[in-house]
């Protein structure tokens, strides 16, 4: 599987932005993909994790760091091969540069290790 990651950009604080991730391979609806941030001098974090699903969409679980709660919507589209990150109400303390990855199987897995495939990362930006 290979990931694309895109939709990052500068904003002012209280914006929005759509991350896309576009995977190349197949299967990949069955892949559940995460969005990961890392902002400079800091670790990589966890974001978002949408779970994978041959099912329909209400079958899929999500799951997403407090910080992001009620602002930020990972959904999936399987017939564009495409996970989503829309980010909403942003704040300067979003600014990092954003991954997508993927892992066969499982849902709530929240560290990247546990993740086999990234894409190559978009930057965020946000201005106060």
């Known amino acids: 599987v290979q990931l694309q990651a895109s939709g990052g950009g500068l904003v002012q604080a209280g914006g929005s932005l759509r991350l896309s991730c576009v995977a190349s391979g197949r299967a990949f609806s069955r892949y559940t993909t995460a969005w990961f941030r890392q902002a400079p001098g800091k670790e990589r974090e966890f974001v978002a994790v949408v779970s994978g699903s041959d099912l329909s969409v209400s079958d899929l679980s999500t799951y997403y760091v407090d910080s992001v709660k009620g602002r930020f919507t990972i959904s999936r589209d399987n017939a564009k091969n495409t996970v989503y990150l829309q980010m909403n109400s942003l704040k300067p303390e979003d600014t990092a540069v954003y991954y997508c990855?993927?892992?066969?199987?499982?849902?709530?897995?929240?560290?990247?290790?546990?993740?086999?495939?990234w894409g190559q990362g978009t930057q965020v930006t946000v201005s106060s």
């Open positions: 990855a993927a892992r066969d199987g499982g849902v709530y897995y929240t560290y990247p290790h546990h993740y086999s495939y």
